[in-house]
């Protein structure tokens, strides 16, 4: 099984910057597509970034581009999401996620192991 942690969720002013870390074990996330994905209150869970394995390919949420951006450091085993300029409308409890399937994916239910969340909170 994977296990994954994820961490650097906090409070900050809007156009504020948080960078989130989601360290594995259990297994190698080398050849796992990975994801971010958030979700708010009355809101379902939406992905905000997907890459896979290498960390060549990656795909943004439309709310997310220009802004966030995803990561790996395979030998660190850990994924990154630097968010940048945020708004308060980023505030979402922040889940990474990961799936042996080769390619990547926005569908949640392709993702078998989630992290417990960290909690983004962005003020006005």
């Known amino acids: 099984q994977v296990q994954l942690v994820e961490s650097g969720g906090g409070l900050v002013q809007a156009g504020g910057s948080l960078r989130l870390s989601c360290v594995a074990s259990?297994?190698?996330?080398?050849?796992?597509?990975t994801a971010w994905f958030r979700q708010a209150p009355g809101k379902e869970r939406e992905c905000v970034a997907s890459?896979?394995?290498?960390?060549?390919?990656?795909l943004y949420a439309e709310s997310a581009k220009g802004r966030f951006t995803g990561s790996r450091d395979n030998a660190k085993n850990t994924v990154y999401l630097q968010m940048n300029s945020l708004k308060p409308e980023d505030t979402a409890i922040y889940y990474c996620?990961?799936?042996?399937?080769?390619?990547?994916?926005?569908?949640?239910?392709?993702?078998?192991?989630w992290g417990q969340g960290t909690q983004v909170t962005v003020s006005s």
């Open positions: 890459m896979t394995g290498d960390g060549d390919s990656v």
């Open positions: 996620a990961a799936t042996p399937a080769p390619i990547f994916s926005n569908t949640s239910s392709h993702y078998a192991y």
């Open positions: 259990g297994r190698t996330l080398s050849r796992y597509t």
